[in-house]
């Protein structure tokens, strides 16, 4: 994805900077931040769900995406799960209409126990002072970044039980909501508005990365059941 975009900011860069190219170079940088986004997405979600057994090791396979080992899952249905939620959201990505997205792991009685939470904020602009080549490794350096701290978050975090599941939520505005439930995709994969269930009553947050690139600004953190943590640290006092 980051190297079909070299040459079409390159392009870009040449224009003149015009208050019409300016709107030009906006629109454009919102359309490449959504289908990075989508990209980055895709391979975090799979990450987290490895990196956190969710599912069992043998279903994953070992891969390599900006230069970092990641472990993507070869089960059929679950890929296609997570690709209809990236192909539905990418056009709200496009018009900077996504607030957050997060990954929901939950118990066997469907209670959260972590979230992974991305916040995504509007780009600020493009090709300012550095190349379009700096700006791409830049981009790439920082999706780099957050793969490597997903792969590291075990540290931070205390074991999730046993058959947990998983699902995705999609936070934006309620008029965007209603927008997107119009829209054709939805005749095969519908949206529906989350339940209170997916929220936690009480949570401790850890944050993991943040960025602001031409093209991406975004914030990983989890938020972790504060009554497990609590627990957890109990155990290791009365070890």
Known sequence: MLDTLRGQIIHLCSLTKSSVEAQRMKEFVKIVSGGVLCEFLEVAFHLIL??????PAVVFERRKKYNVPV??????DLNQYILDVLHTMKPLLEEGKVQSVALVISDKKFIP???FVFEVGNPEGVCTTESPDNFLLSTERALRGFLLKINSCDALLEPIPKGCTFSIL?????SSFLKLQEGLNLQEFPWVEADERTKMKESVI??????STGILKMQLFVEECAERTRNGRDKVEDV
């Not at 490895?50 to 599912?55: A, G, P, W």
């Not at 850890?206 to 960025?211: A, D, E, G, M, V």
């Open 50 to 55: 490895y990196v956190r057994e969710v599912y």
């Open 71 to 76: 472990q993507m899952c070869c089960h059929p």
């Open 113 to 115: 126990v972590e979230r």
């Open 170 to 174: 999609v936070y934006t505005k309620e």
């Open 206 to 211: 850890i944050p993991l990365k943040s960025t």
